[in-house]
């Protein structure tokens, strides 16, 4: 009994320190001396924990089209914030985004500090 006891108590630590170590902050993923602005249409939106994904399409001058994957804050904060999925999709209108870029040069990732709308709205969701 005492052995499955611990057996048990083993197991739930180390569970418990596989989702502390999952969790990572911003400046351990994103570089904050590399910023970026991109200009396009959001397709998606993963309104996921632990956080929001937006997804970017880019249109180059030619009119090809380079998908970005936008990581934002978690769906808590941005629901306290009273945004929701739909808000932030706008309807497919376009957007620009400044952040910053991944820290170990993953193309197409960034992270999103301030969306700004063709219409002038904006939503700041970190740093400006």
């Known amino acids: 009994m005492v052995k499955m006891l611990l057996g048990c108590c083993v197991a739930l630590l180390s569970l418990s320190t596989v989702a ?3 969790h990572h902050s911003v400046a351990g ?4 001396s590399k910023p970026v602005e991109l200009s396009g249409t959001i397709s998606d939106v993963d309104w996921i ?3 929001v994904y937006i ?3 880019v ?20 629901r306290k914030a009273g945004l929701t999925k739909d808000m932030i999709i706008a309807g497919g209108m376009a957007v620009t985004v400044t952040g910053i870029s991944a820290r ?5 990732l960034a992270w ?3 969306l700004t709308y063709a219409d002038g709205h904006y939503y700041q969701l970190a740093g400006e």
């Open 112 to 114: 999103a500090q301030k």
């Open 59 to 78: 249109k180059d001058d030619k009119g090809a089209v380079t998908p970005w994957r936008l990581e934002t804050l978690p769906t808590a904060m941005l």
């Open 29 to 32: 993923q994103f570089d904050s």
């Open 55 to 57: 997804h970017l399409d």
């Open 20 to 22: 502390v170590l999952a």
């Open 49 to 51: 924990n632990p956080h």
């Open 104 to 108: 170990d040069g993953t193309k197409n």
